[in-house]
Each structure stands twice: as C-alpha cells, then as structure tokens.
C-alpha cells in the first residue's frame, strides 16, 4: 500500500495550469513532474471554468491523485488520517508558502508601476478550520489571486516567523527592494486598519504586506523583526562613518 507524503490544497485557474509559480512553488519539494502534474489537472478541469479549488494527495512512489474540492474536504474530515496530521507539522508547508510570497513580491515589485497594490494574509475559517489565507491585489494591472495556505492557526506563529526572517534574508541588502519597519495605523487615519510593513522598489512604489494577527506571541515575532531591521541600520550607518 502506498504511503501519503503530501496532502496539499490548490487554487488554480481550471484547464490552464502551467509549470510556473505558484504552482513550480507550491508543488517543488514534492518531487513530482510538475508539467505532467499541469497536464493532468488541466485534462481534470477542462470542462469547468475559472479558478478551482483540488486536492493533490503524494505518495511515496511520487505518484498522486487530483481530488475535487469536495472529495478533498471529505478527506480532511478524517481525524485519524497520518497524512493531514503530517502536513500541519510538516515545516516544508511553511516553506513553501512564504517562497510562494516571496516570489509574488519580487514578480509585483519588477514592475514599476504598482502603485496601492497589496498582499494580505488572513485568518478565515475555511470547511470549518481556521486556515491562514493569502489575497493579492494589483489594481493597477486588474490582478488578483486568493489562496488557502493550509496552514492552521496553531502554526500561524511559526509561519510569521519564517516569513519575516525570510523577507530580512531576501531584501535588506537588495539594491532594487526596500523594507520598511512593522507599523500599524488605525481606520481614522487611512480608512482600515493596518498591520504590516511596507516593500517598496526603485520608482518609489509600495506593495504593503498587511499581516492577520494580533496575538501576543506574535507581537514578539514583529518585534523581533524591528530589533533586527534597527541592527541592520545601525551596521550600514557606522560603515558609513
């Protein structure tokens, strides 16, 4: 009997799959043939149409099936099942999904103009599990995209950490890309709440990455994130000198 490695949730526009981001970044560490993988999902969905949800179970073999959304949920609904327990501890999820985020900020920030565009990670209820969910929004180019992460609240702490470690490692020497420090601003003040940092590029756009959270575990991670931004600055202002 064949063993589930990976039990992972796509979005993905129905018959048009190709070997590219999200799905390259989504499907990389699994091993599988990612261009037969879009073949058979776009033979599975050639008769829907716009973005749909499937479920992708791996195995062992590097084999997998594409499961409708529905038979996806029905498998997630089984408590006693190895592979889902697997891939809420698995740390190569996380992984994944911030290189998936750290992709789309390079890709919305090569083009100059993206001015008001954003990335927002919420916590939203999805088939009864709390879920972190990335929405993208690029008004400028009438682009958006909507994933579930599939990963559940008990690991959000964890996901956070990653990403802002990560966007420190990617983009505090870039020359092309600048971060700001986490700062957040009340409605009265630019009409909604946000929480988050801002990326910006070399013309001076800004993609703000706003962050669904408030605990205090998580407030240390920001916090974390700050103290290193301010450590970074204060090394480049003593070279300087």
């Given amino acids: ?3 589930i490695k990976y039990a992972l949730s796509l979005n993905l526009p129905a018959g048009s799959a190709t070997p590219k981001p999200p799905v390259s970044t989504i499907l990389g560490s699994t091993n599988i043939n990612i261009t037969k993988f879009c073949d058979d999902f776009n033979e599975f969905t050639k008769n829907e149409k716009g973005n749909i949800n499937v479920g992708v179970l791996v195995y062992d073999d590097l084999s997998y099936d594409i499961l409708s959304e529905d ?7 089984n408590e006693n099942n190895s592979a889902l327990s697997f891939l809420y501890r698995n740390q190569n999820i996380i992984k994944q999904r ?6 789309y900020i390079e890709q919305i920030l090569a083009d100059y103009i993206v001015f008001n565009s954003k990335i927002e990670i919420n916590l939203e209820n999805i088939n009864g599990n709390q879920n972190l969910t990335l929405n993208i929004y690029v008004p400028v180019r009438n682009f958006e995209r ?6 559940s609240e008990e690991n959000d702490i964890e996901f956070y950490r990653y990403l802002t470690n990560t966007i420190i490692e990617k983009f505090a020497d870039s020359e092309t890309i600048g971060i700001s420090r986490y700062y957040n601003i009340r409605p009265e003040f630019c009409g909604e709440y946000f929480n988050g940092i801002d990326i910006s590029n070399l013309s001076g756009s800004c993609l703000k990455l706003k962050f669904g959270s408030s605990k205090d575990e998580f407030m240390k991670v920001v ?19």
């Fill in 146 to 151: 909507h994933f579930n992460l599939v990963i």
């Fill in 71 to 77: 038979k996806f949920i029905e498998y997630q609904e």
């Fill in 223 to 241: 916090d974390d994130y700050n103290n290193k931004i301010d450590d970074y600055l204060n090394l480049i202002n003593k070279k300087i000198k």
């Fill in 1 to 3: 009997m064949k063993n």
């Fill in 98 to 103: 911030v290189n998936l985020i750290i992709e």
